[in-house]
């Protein structure tokens, strides 16, 4: 389970792109604030920039012909388990989205990923 960088996602091949998918999915719904090393970084900051990142991707998806349930274009969809579910968390809104969304998408994590994406076999063109 990772967040790939927000740089890489166009780039991506498609196992990894709709993995990064169904993971988002996951985060966003029951997956919340459950500990797992990769993504802790996600926890700290608001869920809402979980939702704009996962937006990032299914543009790209969308750009490669995908269909996306609609529902996870709502900021408030969770899921199936959940549902809708509006409140204090979900209805609170980031003042400015930064580039990248998440600050630890920094240098060193392009690297890191870069190479995690060559240690599967996959050279991206960056």
Same mark, same amino acid.
């Given at each position: @389970?990772?967040?790939?960088?927000?740089?890489?996602? %166009? *780039?991506?091949?498609?196992?990894?792109?709709? $993995? &990064?998918?169904?993971? #988002?999915?996951?985060?966003?719904?029951?997956?919340?604030?459950?500990?797992?090393?990769?993504?802790?970084?996600?926890?700290?900051?608001?869920?809402?920039?979980?939702?704009?990142?996962?937006?990032?991707?299914?543009?790209? @998806?969308?750009?490669?012909?995908?269909?996306?349930? %609609? *529902?996870?274009?709502?900021?408030?969809?969770? $899921? &199936?388990?959940?549902? #809708?579910?509006?409140?204090?968390?979900?209805?609170?809104?980031?003042?400015?989205?930064?580039?990248?969304?998440?600050?630890?998408?920094?240098?060193?994590?392009?690297?890191?990923?870069?190479?995690?994406?060559?240690?599967?076999?996959?050279?991206?063109?960056?």
């Amino acid at each position: @389970m990772r967040l790939w960088h927000e740089d890489l996602i %166009p *780039l991506l091949p498609t196992q990894q792109l709709l $993995g &990064q998918h169904r993971e #988002i999915c996951a985060l966003r719904g029951l997956s919340w604030k459950k500990p797992h090393s990769v993504v802790n970084y996600v926890f700290e900051h608001p869920y809402q920039d979980l939702f704009e990142f996962h937006v990032i991707v299914m543009k790209e @998806m969308e750009n490669r012909g995908y269909s996306i349930n %609609p *529902l996870w274009k709502n900021r408030y969809y969770r $899921g &199936q388990r959940i549902g #809708i579910e509006i409140s204090e968390m979900t209805v609170k809104e980031k003042k400015c989205i930064t580039h990248p969304i998440y600050q630890e998408h920094n240098e060193t994590y392009y690297q890191e990923c870069i190479d995690n994406l060559k240690g599967k076999g996959i050279n991206v063109d960056y």
